[in-house]
């Protein structure tokens, strides 16, 4: 461990004082931080959640999250329905409805795709998107139009639901 | 425009900057076949509108121009001086920077993992002429702990039963269709079979990952060689389209081996 590349390195560095490689290690320490605060601290957990839902606001908010690493992050889940459904119901036992287990950003289920035009329907299709992680779940809905212009995704309504206490 | 003359180690670090900005390259442009496609034709013809987004940020050229972007940074391949380096590095952290925010990419973990090694390719370039006696020893150090924060980010977000236990890995393993391996194991394994399997795989790719977030603390080496086959097997449980995201970390650990590990 004394000799392992971190520890000469910082030892070189507390010596030997440079701006640039102290920023950039500030900077992975910075990101280090909030992703140790993922395993421990409930409230980044949920700051993190939130970020695959595209809650934190305002923009400048959720940019500085996306440069945290979150690959393959909590369990996330993706539903579609042709009817409404309420955002708390359990998705998993309708047979109407489509569900998907995706890795991360579940929502980009309907636009990251070679072709986007299976997305296009006639009608209203409600997405619903489940994000959890140990005692702690979000779910987003939205109302996905389709028409001559593109898709439009409008939000709808969030859920949070938290047994930290 | 500025030459390197004076430092001795200038043509090893050109050497290494050039391994690292190759594997990037390589790593960025492997799902050419979908984003020449996606970004070129489908995001325009089916715009998706997420009010999320500033327009910048969903706007169809905007994320065409920032995936061709790269291609700018070729001649530092044929014209070893220090400008084509340093704008190579300009070019490689702002395109993963804005496809990372992107309405249409900012999904994919490409752009995430391009982003810490063109940051850490910008710090190298921006150090090099330095003439710093641990500018080795530094650079080293610092591509594992971009390689440890990576994993990091993969390892704390699974810290949960239903990845521990192979759930999740399965039941995406059991949706996907593609990837050589998986195609032949999905014809040939029932569901539960698979799922049982995923029980041991899961802790495999979670213990993986956890390796690598102690990278700064062990031997270069040791990283590499663990590492980068660690990394390479990811594929055979998804697609080899995962190296879109993996090259770049291999190509930096890979050319810090060009480096000296003392000063």
């Given at each position: 461990?004394?000799?392992?590349?971190?520890?000469?390195?910082?030892?070189?560095?507390?010596?030997?004082?440079?701006?640039?490689?102290?920023?950039?290690?500030?900077?992975?320490?910075?990101?280090?931080?909030?992703?140790?605060?993922?395993?421990?601290?409930?409230?980044?957990?949920?700051?993190?959640?939130?970020?695959?839902?595209?809650?934190?606001?305002?923009?400048?908010?959720?940019?500085?999250?996306?440069?945290?690493?979150?690959?393959?992050?909590?369990?996330?889940?993706?539903?579609?329905?042709?009817?409404?459904?309420?955002?708390?119901?359990?998705?998993?036992?309708?047979?109407?409805?489509?569900?998907?287990?995706?890795?991360?950003?579940?929502?980009?289920?309907?636009?990251?795709?070679?072709?986007?035009?299976?997305?296009?329907?006639?009608?209203?299709?409600?997405?619903?998107?489940?994000?959890?992680?140990?005692?702690?779940?979000?779910?987003?809905?939205?109302?996905?139009?389709?028409?001559?212009?593109?898709?439009?995704?409008?939000?709808?309504?969030?859920?949070?639901?938290?047994?930290?206490? | 425009?500025?030459?390197?003359?004076?430092?001795?180690?200038?043509?090893?670090?050109?050497?290494?900057?050039?391994?690292?900005?190759?594997?990037?390259?390589?790593?960025?442009?492997?799902?050419?076949?979908?984003?020449?496609?996606?970004?070129?034709?489908?995001?325009?013809?089916?715009?998706?509108?997420?009010?999320?987004?500033?327009?910048?940020?969903?706007?169809?050229?905007?994320?065409?121009?920032?995936?061709?972007?790269?291609?700018?940074?070729?001649?530092?391949?044929?014209?070893?001086?220090?400008?084509?380096?340093?704008?190579?590095?300009?070019?490689?952290?702002?395109?993963?920077?804005?496809?990372?925010?992107?309405?249409?990419?900012?999904?994919?973990?490409?752009?995430?993992?391009?982003?810490?090694?063109?940051?850490?390719?910008?710090?190298?370039?921006?150090?090099?002429?330095?003439?710093?006696?641990?500018?080795?020893?530094?650079?080293?150090?610092?591509?594992?702990?971009?390689?440890?924060?990576?994993?990091?980010?993969?390892?704390?977000?699974?810290?949960?039963?239903?990845?521990?236990?192979?759930?999740?890995?399965?039941?995406?393993?059991?949706?996907?269709?593609?990837?050589?391996?998986?195609?032949?194991?999905?014809?040939?394994?029932?569901?539960?079979?698979?799922?049982?399997?995923?029980?041991?795989?899961?802790?495999?790719?979670?213990?993986?990952e956890a390796f690598l977030v102690f990278a700064p603390f062990l031997p270069y080496?040791?990283?590499?060689?663990?590492?980068?086959?660690?990394?390479?097997?990811?594929?055979?449980?998804?697609?080899?389209?995962?190296?879109?995201?993996?090259?770049?970390?291999?190509?930096?650990?890979?050319?810090?081996?060009?480096l000296q590990k003392d000063n």
């Open positions: 461990m004394e000799r392992s590349p971190i520890t000469k390195s910082i030892k070189f560095l507390s010596s030997c004082p440079q701006r640039s490689t102290s920023i950039f290690y500030g900077a992975l320490f910075l990101v280090f931080c909030v992703l140790i605060g993922v395993g421990l601290c409930p409230d980044i957990q949920k700051t993190m959640m939130r970020k695959f839902h595209f809650m934190p606001r305002p923009f400048v908010q959720w940019a500085m999250l996306q440069f945290v690493p979150s690959m393959y992050n909590f369990k996330n889940d993706f539903f579609e329905s042709l009817q409404p459904l309420p955002i708390d119901a359990r998705m998993e036992d309708r047979p109407e409805v489509q569900h998907f287990t995706v890795n991360h950003y579940p929502l980009r289920m309907v636009y990251f795709y070679y072709s986007r035009q299976t997305f296009v329907f006639p009608k209203p299709v409600y997405v619903y998107i489940r994000t959890t992680f140990r005692k702690q779940e979000i779910t987003t809905s939205y109302m996905m139009v389709s028409s001559s212009k593109g898709i439009q995704i409008y939000f709808l309504n969030a859920y949070e639901y938290s047994d930290n206490k | 425009m500025n030459i390197l003359t004076t430092n001795k180690n200038n043509d090893r670090y050109f050497g290494v900057a050039r391994v690292v900005v190759a594997f990037w390259l390589l790593g960025w442009f492997l799902k050419i076949n979908f984003f020449s496609h996606y970004l070129f034709h489908e995001i325009s013809a089916f715009p998706v509108v997420i009010d999320f987004f500033p327009s910048f940020f969903r706007s169809p050229i905007s994320a065409q121009f920032f995936y061709i972007y790269p291609l700018f940074v070729l001649p530092l391949f044929f014209r070893p001086q220090l400008f084509y380096f340093r704008f190579a590095s300009f070019v490689m952290t702002a395109s993963s920077a804005v496809l990372l925010l992107h309405q249409d990419t900012h999904n994919d973990a490409t752009f995430l993992t391009s982003f810490w090694v063109a940051v850490w390719l910008s710090w190298f370039v921006h150090r090099m002429t330095a003439d710093d006696p641990m500018f080795d020893v530094h650079a080293r150090s610092l591509s594992l702990c971009v390689v440890a924060v990576i994993f990091l980010g993969g390892f704390t977000g699974k810290l949960t039963p239903e990845y521990w236990n192979g759930e999740v890995f399965a039941s995406i393993f059991l949706q996907q269709h593609y990837g050589l391996v998986g195609e032949w194991i999905r014809a040939h394994m029932s569901a539960e079979a698979i799922r049982f399997h995923f029980q041991w795989i899961a802790k495999m790719i979670i213990l993986g080496r040791l990283v590499c060689v663990l590492g980068i086959p660690f990394m390479l097997g990811i594929a055979l449980y998804t697609t080899w389209m995962i190296f879109s995201v993996l090259f770049c970390l291999i190509g930096l650990l890979i050319a810090g081996l060009f």
